[in-house]
């Protein structure tokens, strides 16, 4: 079966860090992507693994372990306009999997 | 470059009616991928289309088809419709699709309401 799970909300406040973590169960891997999505648009690429190991671009680094069905997208020096949507995608081969997502608030 | 398109970005239905929607994809992308957000279930995986080839397909019933043209737009169709089928579709463009892992873009989405 295709699983993958997330914490439903979470708040931090503004400068602070943050990890959003996923954990996946799925029939065949091939990657695990982060999508960000403020409410009412479209969910828009953050970061994208496929190895094990910390990936990071900018204020965002996203990590991921293979052999525990692990990832987890870190997002640094938090600011207001980082309140969105988190989701977490795997590919397993034959398409997309998406978690259901992790709404981030942040407050000042 | 221009973005993800679907058109349109609204829409209200009744129950039994058929409804179709549009996507065009970025210039190039030949790969077209459609998904269901409800609150409550999140991104669902409808289908893709590459190549105007139907490529994978998730667990949706027959009402929902979709079908891509030569120049890699793509329509989905809902046909009698559901009070459930309420839900914003999404779209998302990639050069060679889910299969090459590469990063998928997506449009605005289509808001639909069935009443």
């Known amino acids: 079966g295709q699983n993958i799970d997330q914490p439903t909300e979470m708040t931090a406040t503004e400068g602070a860090i943050v990890q959003i973590n996923c954990t996946y169960q799925t029939s065949g891997f091939n990657g695990l992507f982060w999508y960000q999505q403020h409410a009412g648009e479209a969910p828009t690429f953050l970061s994208y693994?496929?190895?094990?190991g910390l990936e990071e671009k900018g204020r965002f680094s996203s990590f991921l372990s293979r052999s525990k069905g692990y990832s987890y997208l870190l997002l640094k020096e938090l600011q207001m306009k980082d309140s969105a949507s988190y989701l977490c995608?795997?590919?397993?081969?034959?398409?997309?999997?998406f978690g259901p997502g992790t709404r981030l608030s942040v407050l000042p | 470059k221009a973005g993800v398109t679907q058109t349109p970005r609204y829409l209200i239905k009744t129950r039994g009616q058929q409804v179709t929607l549009s996507c065009s994809p970025i210039?190039?992308?030949?790969?077209v991928s459609w998904y269901q957000q409800t609150p409550g279930q999140g991104l669902q995986f409808l289908f893709e289309y590459f190549s105007e080839t139907q490529r994978n397909k998730g667990n949706f019933p027959g009402r929902f088809s979709g079908r891509q043209f030569s120049n890699s737009r793509s329509e989905m169709n809902v046909s009698t419709l559901e009070l459930g089928d309420s839900a914003l579709y999404l779209c998302?463009?990639?050069?060679?699709?889910?299969?090459?892992?590469?990063?998928?873009?997506f449009g605005q989405g289509t808001r639909l309401t069935v009443v």
């Open positions: 995608a795997v590919i397993n081969g034959q398409n997309f999997v």
């Open positions: 210039s190039g992308h030949r790969s």
């Open positions: 998302a463009s990639s050069q060679q699709g889910q299969v090459a892992n590469t990063e998928a873009f």
């Open positions: 693994n496929v190895l094990d």
